[in-house]
């Protein structure tokens, strides 16, 4: 005959640990020598499924030797009743204080079967009952003993209807919002329970009225099953009388169900436990600090007299919702959050669940600031319930859908293990166990309802659950709770929040919109509807409306503004970057308001907003790595026009990003004009090697090398936003080709590039400019490079050697355009330099130059180019200087002006006083032409003389709005007028 299974292995089975728990299943007749008796497996089977199976069998075990005579009715219910069954079981494996109330009081069990539990509506008028049994209340400590157990019956249900899907899953589940409102619904019933008896205990209580307030959690509706309950009390008539009341209603719901506290009434624990309305009135006016009215935020009229509750909350709405004006108030709320955070242990910072980084208070502070900041004007926020007030703030569009979700999600779980913590012992408790007590970790992990998966323990699912929440919480705590937008919108009045008043167009007045009907125009556009993202816009716009009040054109930003906003509305994370990044708004008001040409940029590369929020990578990034980025993504395009718009999409982008940074003052002109000059040069290689593979399949080989040779501001990489790219196209045959199929071969290549890339666009022109080749426009689009070299050695000029100093290749085949660069040295640094007569030369074609260059009416001391003291005036002089010694000293050829000044003055041909003055009138005259055409949107060459476009080259160089842009000017003048005097001493010899 086998050997039967130990009884104690059995009873294993179902989660037993307690040596006891076969003789307590023996004694309640579930278990027999065989093992489970007979309809016991369902039962035996609950147990396994509690929290704590042997401390569920031991409450059980001590309720049937309480009250052994109805013993057989419960065991009866058990087996039959699932519901009573899920419920008890439930409740006895999580909480040993509630397990003693049914011990001391075997007959409440009752409450948990299908058909007796209480709806929460009905909490109050039991409690009351129970405390005036027949209708004469009682009074003392049969009062208290007479709520407290009518309490806990109470709050038996409530725990009970919570816990049971635990152990029988078919049982409806409760939300975490419906237990807490019914907590808080019992909580209220006990304070107008404990206010009947303070009524009868005092004397003379007719002759005062009493408001008992809700704040907190209580006043939230989220109380937890086991917390003070924060009160406010409002007396009318006698104020002794008023207070006598509320000192008895304190102790007697103090005894019998939870503490009272009363601290957060004016001046605190010194203050008057009962003031009257017009006291409450004058204290909050006068004295409240701010944290003050973020605790009235969740008033909530509880007990007490109706009328004066009614009138309490009437009369604290207007502060709550007006505290955001107070000076310094998000400030304020911020220095709060982390005054309570120090306070909290080193020792169980990382444990403590309500005050700790990343707890529940995290979740709290941040909610209610966005509330009160956000809540002045949009009435849909002002919900006491965090919960609530998290579902609006996601709805409204103050906080981004996900956020919202992910911290309502991680608020609800370290609630509920909150509340699992207090349900054990029914004490306060916010500290979550030591992480290496795994037997309590698994009692609350299965409390929680997480049951363990493979490789994994309840209990470590828990900690890891425990640290995945709280690091959550606090990501996004630190991103809404410090977002410095709040502060912003916080000091900008509430009647300017409001869009649509009659007072918004005299309040754009003030702030210096010169077409205020034209701005309300387009706020409304913005707007207008009930859609998510109006009423981002609606939160965005009056900060958006005093950035742009501080720059040079508030309405040509706030147009601009709409016509991005318009272009983006598709964009998913448009807003969102705007709302939670106060960076990128500053920023972008700035630009807006600044520029024409930034806007039309962005609305076809919008990833770069994005880059406003961290100035490094929008102004550090390097020009290799984007040109590298651009040929790979043109290269990767399957035909020419294809690697076309790729390499003109990645060129916007690089543009605005450099745009952008110099505006903001991010970057100099020397990195401006090299990251230009780069982004340039990749744009003119992809096109290059896609016509080149487009005509060679056509033609059906490549008969010829192709190199593209930078001339000019391209060839020293000082290309400005509007330059043209000059070049000279070169080529040489491959073996197998004769001269004149390489030709034909690289001149369709050639001027496939030029059309191509000059195609009209909504971007800055890409026009290739061949102009600088020999003969000029006359002479052939391309030569062969032995064409060039004899061309220069036998017809060259004078001009053409100075043009050939910013020689360098930018495209094509490396070893040709290197080697045409080597043969060009003797043209651009002649041996023995300049004679007198060449000299004569450039100086007369400088002068003719600009003669017939200079536009007519055009101002010379302000036209950047052709001005006085100018770049030309800069450049002619450098060029003279290489040309004539550039042979005998090395340092002056280089491409680069700047380089070349600093040779000049390494070498003594010019004074170092000198070179400076010529250095300073070329980077203001550079940075001035690129940034008069960010404002005007298009390519000039003389700066503004008045109005908002000076006013905005002003603000870009420096000046404040509170300076006259004219000053701007009369720099500029100063600089160029010393430049042009070392010009005419140094290229003049005058």
């Given at each position: 005959?086998?050997?039967?299974?130990?009884p104690?292995?059995?009873?294993?089975?179902?989660?037993?640990?307690d040596?006891?728990?076969?003789?307590?299943?023996?004694?309640?007749?579930?278990?027999?020598?065989?093992?489970?008796?007979?309809?016991?497996?369902?039962?035996?089977?609950?147990?396994?499924?509690?929290?704590?199976?042997?401390?569920a069998?031991r409450?059980?075990?001590?309720?049937?030797?309480?009250?052994?005579?109805?013993?057989?009715?419960?065991?009866?219910?058990?087996?039959?009743?699932?519901?009573?069954?899920?419920?008890?079981?439930?409740?006895?494996?999580?909480?040993?204080?509630?397990?003693?109330?049914?011990?001391?009081?075997?007959?409440?069990?009752?409450?948990?079967?299908g058909?007796?539990t209480?709806?929460?509506?009905?909490?109050?008028?039991?409690?009351?009952?129970?405390?005036?049994?027949?209708?004469?209340?009682?009074?003392?400590?049969?009062?208290?003993?007479?709520?407290?157990?009518?309490y806990?019956?109470?709050?038996?249900?409530?725990?009970?209807?919570?816990?049971?899907?635990?152990?029988?899953?078919?049982?409806?589940?409760?939300?975490?919002?419906?237990?807490?409102?019914?907590l808080?619904?019992?909580?209220?019933?006990?304070?107008?329970?404990?206010?009947v008896?303070?009524?009868?205990?005092?004397?003379?209580s007719?002759?005062?009225?009493?408001?008992?307030?809700?704040?907190?959690?209580?006043?939230?509706?989220?109380?937890?099953?086991?917390?003070d309950?924060?009160?406010?009390?409002?007396?009318?008539?006698?104020?002794?009388?008023?207070?006598?009341?509320?000192?008895?209603?304190?102790?007697?719901?103090?005894?019998?169900?939870?503490?009272?506290?009363?601290?957060?009434?004016?001046?605190?624990?010194?203050?008057a436990?009962?003031?009257?309305?017009?006291?409450?009135?004058?204290?909050?006016?006068?004295?409240?600090?701010?944290?003050?009215?973020?605790?009235?935020?969740?008033?909530?009229?509880?007990?007490?007299?109706?009328?004066?509750?009614?009138?309490?909350?009437?009369?604290?709405?207007?502060?709550?919702?007006?505290?955001?004006?107070?000076?310094?108030?998000?400030?304020?709320?911020?220095?709060?959050?982390?005054?309570?955070?120090?306070?909290?242990?080193?020792?169980i910072?990382?444990?403590?669940?309500?005050?700790g980084?990343?707890?529940?208070?995290?979740?709290?502070?941040?909610v209610?600031?966005?509330?009160?900041v956000?809540?002045?004007?949009?009435?849909?926020?002002?919900?006491?319930?965090?919960?609530?007030?998290?579902?609006?703030?996601?709805?409204?569009?103050?906080?981004?859908?996900?956020?919202?979700?992910?911290?309502?999600?991680?608020?609800?779980?370290?609630?509920?293990?909150e509340?699992?913590?207090?349900?054990?012992?029914?004490?306060?408790?916010?500290?979550?166990?030591?992480?290496?007590?795994?037997?309590?970790?698994?009692?609350?992990?299965?409390?929680?309802?997480?049951?363990?998966?493979?490789?994994?323990?309840?209990?470590?699912?828990?900690a890891?659950?425990?640290?995945?929440?709280?690091?959550?919480?606090?990501?996004?705590?630190?991103?809404?709770?410090?977002?410095?937008?709040?502060?912003?919108?916080a000091?900008?009045?509430?009647?300017?929040?409001?869009?649509?008043?009659?007072?918004?167009?005299?309040?754009?007045?003030?702030?210096?919109?010169?077409?205020?009907?034209?701005?309300?125009?387009?706020?409304?556009?913005?707007?207008?509807?009930?859609?998510?993202?109006?009423?981002?816009?609606q939160?965005?716009?009056?900060?958006?409306?005093?950035?742009?009040?501080?720059?040079?054109?508030?309405?040509?930003?706030?147009?601009?503004?709409?016509?991005?906003?318009?272009?983006?509305?598709?964009?998913?994370?448009?807003?969102?970057?705007?709302?939670?990044?106060?960076?990128?708004?500053?920023?972008?008001?700035?630009?807006?308001?600044?520029?024409?040409?930034?806007?039309?940029?962005?609305?076809?590369?919008?990833?770069?907003?994005?880059?406003?929020?961290?100035?490094?990578?929008?102004?550090?990034?390097?020009?290799?790595?984007?040109?590298?980025?651009?040929?790979?993504?043109?290269?990767?395009?399957?035909?020419?026009?294809?690697?076309?718009?790729?390499?003109?999409?990645?060129r916007?982008?690089?543009?605005?990003?450099?745009?952008?940074?110099?505006?903001?003052?991010?970057?100099?002109?020397?990195?401006?004009?090299?990251?230009?000059?780069?982004?340039?040069g990749?744009?003119?290689?992809?096109?290059?090697?896609?016509?080149?593979?487009?005509?060679?399949?056509?033609?059906?080989?490549?008969?010829?090398?192709?190199?593209?040779?930078g001339?000019?501001?391209?060839?020293?990489?000082?290309?400005?936003?509007?330059?043209?790219?000059?070049?000279?196209?070169?080529?040489?045959?491959?073996?197998?080709?004769?001269?004149?199929?390489?030709?034909?071969?690289?001149t369709?290549?050639?001027?496939?590039?030029?059309?191509?890339?000059?195609?009209?666009?909504?971007?800055?022109?890409?026009?290739?400019?061949?102009?600088?080749?020999?003969?000029?426009?006359?002479?052939?689009?391309?030569?062969?490079?032995?064409?060039?070299?004899?061309?220069?050695?036998?017809?060259?000029?004078?001009?053409?050697?100075q043009?050939?100093?910013?020689?360098?290749?930018?495209?094509?085949?490396?070893?040709l355009?290197?080697?045409?660069?080597?043969?060009?040295?003797?043209?651009?640094y002649?041996?023995?330099?300049?004679?007198?007569?060449?000299?004569?030369?450039?100086?007369?074609?400088?002068?003719?130059?600009?003669?017939?260059?200079?536009?007519?009416?055009?101002?010379?001391?302000?036209?950047?180019?052709?001005?006085?003291?100018?770049?030309?005036?800069?450049?002619?002089?450098?060029?003279?200087?290489?040309?004539?010694?550039?042979?005998?000293?090395?340092?002056?050829?280089?491409?680069?002006?700047?380089?070349?000044?600093?040779?000049?003055?390494?070498?003594?041909?010019?004074?170092?006083?000198?070179?400076?003055?010529?250095?300073?009138?070329?980077?203001?005259?550079?940075?001035?032409?690129?940034?008069?055409?960010?404002?005007?949107?298009?390519?000039?060459?003389?700066?503004?003389?008045?109005?908002?476009?000076?006013?905005?080259?002003?603000?870009?160089?420096?000046?404040?709005?509170?300076?006259?842009?004219?000053?701007?000017?009369?720099?500029?003048?100063?600089?160029?007028?010393?430049?042009?005097?070392?010009?005419?001493?140094?290229?003049?010899?005058?």
């Amino acid at each position: 005959m086998a050997e039967r299974t130990r009884p104690a292995a059995s009873a294993a089975r179902f989660g037993f640990t307690d040596d006891r728990a076969e003789a307590q299943l023996r004694a309640a007749g579930w278990w027999d020598d065989a093992g489970p008796a007979d309809g016991c497996g369902q039962v035996l089977t609950a147990f396994s499924r509690a929290p704590d199976p042997d401390l569920a069998l031991r409450g059980i075990d001590r309720i049937r030797e309480a009250d052994e005579a109805g013993w057989p009715e419960l065991s009866a219910a058990l087996r039959d009743d699932t519901t009573l069954r899920g419920r008890l079981v439930a409740v006895l494996g999580t909480s040993t204080a509630l397990a003693d109330f049914l011990v001391s009081s075997p007959d409440e069990w009752h409450r948990l079967t299908g058909e007796a539990t209480t709806p929460s509506g009905h909490y109050s008028t039991i409690l009351t009952s129970a405390v005036r049994p027949e209708g004469d209340a009682l009074t003392g400590t049969d009062a208290e003993q007479a709520l407290r157990k009518a309490y806990r019956g109470l709050l038996l249900e409530i725990a009970a209807a919570d816990l049971s899907p635990l152990v029988e899953p078919d049982l409806p589940q409760p939300s975490f919002a419906e237990v807490a409102d019914a907590l808080t619904e019992l909580a209220d019933a006990a304070l107008r329970a404990g206010l009947v008896v303070a009524e009868r205990e005092v004397t003379r209580s007719a002759d005062a009225t009493l408001a008992v307030i809700a704040m907190g959690k209580c006043g939230g509706r989220e109380l937890n099953y086991v917390s003070d309950v924060d009160v406010v009390f409002v007396g009318d008539g006698d104020l002794q009388v008023a207070t006598r009341l509320a000192t008895s209603m304190m102790r007697v719901t103090g005894t019998a169900c939870f503490e009272v506290d009363a601290a957060l009434r004016p001046e605190g624990k010194a203050g008057a436990l009962v003031r009257t309305l017009e006291g409450h009135e004058a204290y909050y006016k006068k004295w409240a600090r701010t944290w003050e009215f973020q605790a009235l935020l969740k008033a909530r009229p509880a007990a007490g007299d109706v009328d004066l509750g009614r009138r309490y909350a009437e009369l604290v709405a207007p502060m709550v919702w007006s505290a955001a004006e107070r000076e310094n108030f998000v400030a304020d709320v911020q220095q709060m959050r982390r005054r309570v955070e120090k306070h909290v242990p080193s020792e169980i910072a990382e444990r403590e669940l309500k005050l700790g980084r990343g707890g529940l208070r995290d979740v709290e502070f941040a909610v209610q600031l966005l509330q009160l900041v956000h809540g002045r004007v949009d009435s849909g926020l002002r919900s006491p319930s965090t919960m609530e007030a998290l579902d609006a703030l996601g709805a409204g569009g103050y906080v981004g859908r996900a956020d919202a979700a992910e911290l309502r999600s991680s608020y609800e779980f370290l609630r509920t293990v909150e509340h699992r913590l207090q349900l054990r012992g029914l004490r306060r408790t916010h500290l979550f166990p030591e992480f290496d007590d795994r037997a309590q970790l698994r009692v609350l992990a299965r409390a929680t309802g997480i049951r363990p998966v493979r490789g994994k323990s309840q209990s470590d699912i828990l900690a890891s659950e425990f640290r995945r929440h709280v690091q959550r919480i606090r990501r996004l705590h630190e991103k809404l709770f410090y977002r410095p937008l709040l502060d912003a919108v916080a000091r900008v009045p509430t009647a300017a929040l409001r869009l649509t008043t009659e007072q918004a167009e005299s309040r754009l007045v003030a702030l210096g919109y010169a077409a205020p009907d034209g701005a309300l125009r387009h706020i409304k556009a913005l707007t207008s509807g009930v859609s998510r993202r109006a009423a981002i816009q609606q939160a965005l716009l009056p900060v958006l409306l005093d950035l742009l009040a501080d720059t040079p054109d508030p309405d040509g930003g706030l147009l601009a503004y709409r016509r991005v906003s318009e272009a983006l509305a598709d964009t998913p994370w448009y807003l969102r970057v705007l709302r939670d990044e106060a960076a990128v708004v500053e920023q972008l008001a700035t630009l807006l308001g600044t520029s024409r040409l930034v806007p039309d940029l962005l609305v076809r590369a919008p990833e770069v907003l994005q880059l406003l929020a961290e100035p490094d990578r929008l102004a550090q990034r390097s020009p290799d790595e984007v040109a590298t980025s651009l040929r790979a993504a043109a290269r990767r395009q399957p035909g020419l026009n294809a690697a076309v718009a790729a390499a003109r999409s990645l060129r916007r982008h690089e543009l605005l990003r450099v745009a952008c940074a110099d505006l903001l003052g991010l970057t100099d002109v020397a990195t401006v004009c090299r990251a230009l000059s780069s982004v340039w040069g990749a744009v003119l290689q992809s096109a290059l090697a896609a016509a080149i593979r487009q005509r060679a399949a056509q033609v059906g080989a490549e008969p010829a090398r192709i190199a593209v040779i930078g001339m000019g501001r391209l060839g020293g990489e000082e290309l400005g936003y509007g330059s043209d790219a000059d070049v000279l196209f070169v080529c040489e045959r491959n073996d197998g080709a004769t001269d004149g199929d390489a030709l034909r071969f690289a001149t369709s290549v050639a001027e496939t590039v030029r059309q191509v890339l000059g195609a009209p666009s909504q971007d800055p022109a890409l026009e290739v400019d061949a102009n600088l080749r020999p003969e000029g426009r006359s002479g052939p689009l391309v030569r062969t490079f032995e064409s060039y070299r004899a061309y220069y050695a036998r017809w060259g000029e004078v001009w053409e050697a100075q043009a050939l100093l910013r020689a360098r290749f930018v495209a094509g085949d490396a070893e040709l355009g290197q080697r045409f660069v080597d043969a060009v040295q003797p043209i651009r640094y002649p041996e023995g330099g300049l004679d007198a007569a060449r000299v004569r030369e450039v100086r007369r074609i400088k002068a003719r130059v600009e003669t017939e260059r200079m536009p007519r009416g055009a101002d010379p001391t302000i036209h950047t180019k052709l001005g006085r003291g100018g770049l030309a005036d800069v450049e002619w002089t450098v060029q003279l200087a290489q040309l004539r010694f550039g042979h005998e000293m090395p340092s002056l050829r280089t491409t680069s002006t700047p380089a070349a000044l600093a040779a000049m003055a390494d070498t003594g041909l010019a004074e170092a006083e000198d070179v400076g003055s010529l250095l300073d009138a070329w980077q203001l005259a550079t940075r001035a032409r690129n940034v008069a055409m960010l404002v005007r949107g298009k390519a000039v060459d003389q700066l503004p003389t008045s109005g908002r476009e000076l006013a905005a080259v002003a603000r870009v160089f420096g000046y404040s709005a509170d300076d006259d842009p004219g000053e701007f000017l009369d720099a500029y003048r100063r600089t160029t007028r010393r430049a042009h005097a070392v010009v005419e001493r140094l290229f003049y010899e005058s």
